[in-house]
């Protein structure tokens, strides 16, 4: 049988609980990759997102993907309509 002090068994929970809080804030697992497919026809109409709404957190991509060749969908964002500190973003079309 091993006897552990309290001091001890205190300090290694702390350096534990510590390390696990470092690992949560550093870990890439929380944020998310979305992908977006631009259409010209989809399931509700020509010219669709695929899908039409994410929901996103900070630190999340959303990535636009031409899918039908041609298209000249342009992702912008709409003044007031995008999260406080958040850039606006323009993209370019795809002309290939």
Do not use: Q, W, Y
């Amino acid at each position: 049988m091993i006897f552990v002090s309290r001091r001890t068994a205190i300090t290694a929970g702390s350096f534990g609980l510590a390390a696990a809080a470092v690992a949560l804030v550093a870990s890439p697992a929380f944020t998310a990759e979305l992908e977006v497919k631009m259409l010209n026809k989809g399931a509700k109409g020509e010219m669709v997102f695929e899908p039409d709404v994410v929901c996103i957190a900070p630190g999340d991509t959303v990535n636009f993907i031409v899918v039908d060749r041609g298209n000249n969908h342009v992702a912008v964002s709409i003044r007031d309509m995008i999260p406080e500190g958040a850039e606006p973003f323009k993209g370019e079309p795809d002309i290939t």
